[in-house]
């Protein structure tokens, strides 16, 4: 599961990245553009995956399970499945729990609530130096911003290491814990150019940080409470990764992290995070066993036919 905390990491970077270059180019950020383009990219592939996963589990899921995954897919579909899933108080990292086949949604509610207020806060960074003339004005926007996402990344962090011990169960699920990861990852595209630069030529921390981040499916397990201080393993190895991983590190992991198979697998992630989940949880109801030595890798190469053919089609 730390392969979330990755990809918070991750898209914080990027959309963080892009916003900040629109506001570099033309002063402004167009909330309804980004919005649109966020809802076109994700809401069709998002929307065939829950409608073929309600037919399919009205013929696989016994009856008394079918109210939880409507439910479920109520809420994946409105982005408050998060919040769904940590009222309900399901723990996701217990075997034992019940899942549903649209559970794994909750980090995606968890990315778009981020992302209705993440663009405000550099409209409010603009915002704060109006009065300045227009080539300081965004460099004084950029530093506000900054210390503003940097105080939110604090906060939210401290937040997530207190709650997580007061309830594990419904810290795993909420924005409140997770927003930091995010904002990490904004934080790094935020950076000045000549201290990302600087990082960049670092090839031990690209490595260090990939080593972070295989150590976390080892060393990370559903009885550790999380996210909490947990989280920084992954999160901490993405951001490692990112800062160090770049072509500018002459020795760094830059060329094995482009290898042909690992950006075929990130250009089909979205789909592949889509259709995993459902394939693993119907499959289990439908044989009425655990995932096996032929049945898991079956399941893979189902999952990536299905990815591959919604990034083309859909």
């Not at 033309?26 to 809802?39: E, K, N, Q, V, Y």
């Not at 960049?200 to 295989?214: H, K, N, Y």
């Amino acid at each position: 599961f730390a392969g979330v905390d990755v990809f918070f990491v991750i898209s914080g970077f990027l959309i963080t990245g892009h916003m900040l270059r629109e506001y570099r180019k033309t002063g402004r950020i167009g909330l309804l553009d980004f919005w649109g383009r966020r809802a076109k990219r994700l809401v069709p592939a998002a929307a065939l995956v829950l409608t073929v996963t309600w037919v399919a589990a009205r013929f696989v899921l016994p009856a008394t399970q079918l109210a939880d995954t409507a439910a479920q897919i109520r809420a994946s579909a409105l982005y408050f499945q998060n919040w769904q899933l940590a009222s309900d108080a399901v723990n996701y990292l217990q075997a034992s729990s019940a899942a549903t086949p649209v559970q794994h949604f909750w980090s995606l509610s968890v990315e778009e609530q981020f992302y209705l207020v993440w663009p405000l806060l550099l409209l409010l960074a603009a915002g704060a130096a109006l009065t300045a003339r227009q080539a300081s004005r965004r460099a004084r926007g950029h530093r506000v911003v900054l210390l503003l996402a940097g105080a939110i990344v604090v906060g939210s962090l401290g937040y997530s290491v207190y709650y997580t011990r007061a309830n594990p169960a419904g810290a795993y699920f909420v924005t409140t814990t997770r927003i930091w990861e995010l904002g990490l990852g904004g934080l790094l595209a935020l950076l000045p150019a000549p201290l990302s630069q600087r990082l960049g030529r670092l090839g031990l921390l690209g490595w260090a940080g990939l080593g972070l981040v295989i150590a976390s499916a080892f060393v990370l397990s559903g009885t550790n409470a999380f996210p909490g201080y947990l989280a920084l393993l992954p999160a901490g190895g993405a951001a490692a990764l990112i800062l160090g991983g770049s072509a500018a590190a002459r020795f760094g992991p830059h060329r094995l992290m482009s290898a042909r198979p690992l950006v075929f697998v990130g250009g089909i992630s979205y789909s592949l995070y889509l259709w995993h989940w459902p394939l693993i949880v119907l499959y289990t109801n439908w044989r009425e066993r655990p995932v096996g030595s032929l049945s898991g890798p079956a399941i893979i190469v189902a999952a990536v036919a299905l990815s591959w053919l919604t990034k083309v089609w859909v």
